[in-house]
């Protein structure tokens, strides 16, 4: 069947720090990985999209990869900020819709 | 970016009544898509909303259960029908103004309860 997993437990990380958050997915054969923001009580909100003959992506403190081998995709945010807390969701195209993994809680602590 | 005001933005209802949801675009978009958020879970596609046809829905959804209309090209409506407890969630409406590649564009949901 086709997954997409994340780590459900939260990411606590100090300020400054690196966070690197991880999503996995099996059965699927994406031509785009999008991450989204959300914070409680609200929508997603759209960060980053990589292709897939895309390795690495940039934008300002972010960071994704994708590896279409390895079926994963890593996403950086460095230098955090308590603001960076929030839950991260990695979502995968498939015949033009998207899926959505459950997200991971990141804890950025001052 | 695209615009999108959702209402209602909570409520609370009873058992076997019907609530309809409303999403309200800036600009016109070919697709509408209706997903679900059940508490501490993932965003889960219910429909896609085309305007002028009927709406194309995931395994595990039904149109006897989620209606949808889609009048133009700036508005859909999801109805929750016959809720049950079970029905208790986030609906969100979502739309990809450039194309699926370049993100969704979320409203802010619909927090339902049903009692």
């Known amino acids: 069947s086709q997954k997409i997993e994340q780590n459900s437990e939260a990411l606590n990380i100090q300020e400054g720090k690196t966070a690197t958050l991880t999503c996995n997915y099996t059965n699927y054969s994406p031509a785009y990985l999008q991450w989204y923001r959300q914070d409680p009580g609200r929508g997603p909100v759209f960060l980053l999209l990589i292709r897939e003959n895309e390795k690495e992506k940039r934008k300002e403190r972010l960071k994704v990869t994708f590896d279409t081998t390895l079926k994963q995709s890593l996403f950086h945010i460095t230098a955090s900020q308590p603001a960076d807390s929030a839950t991260y969701l990695c979502?995968?195209?498939?015949?033009?819709?998207?899926?959505f993994g459950s997200g991971t809680k990141l804890n950025v602590k001052p | 970016s695209a615009v999108i005001s959702q209402k209602p933005s909570r409520d609370i209802c009873q058992r076997g009544t019907s609530l309809t949801i409303q999403c309200q675009v800036d600009?016109?978009?070919?697709?509408m898509f209706w997903y679900r958020q059940q508490p501490g879970q993932s965003l889960t596609l219910i429909a896609t909303?085309?305007?002028?046809?009927?709406?194309?829905?995931e395994s595990g959804f039904v149109i006897d259960k989620f209606p949808i209309s889609r009048p133009n090209l700036t508005f859909s409506t999801l109805t929750v029908s016959n809720m049950s407890p079970e029905d208790s969630s986030i609906y969100l409406c979502s739309v990809t103004p450039w194309g699926a590649q370049y993100g969704y564009t979320f409203g802010s949901g619909t927090r339902l309860t049903v009692v």
């Open positions: 600009s016109q978009v070919t697709m």
């Open positions: 909303a085309n305007q002028g046809s009927e709406a194309t829905y």
């Open positions: 979502a995968l195209d498939n015949f033009n819709k998207f899926y």
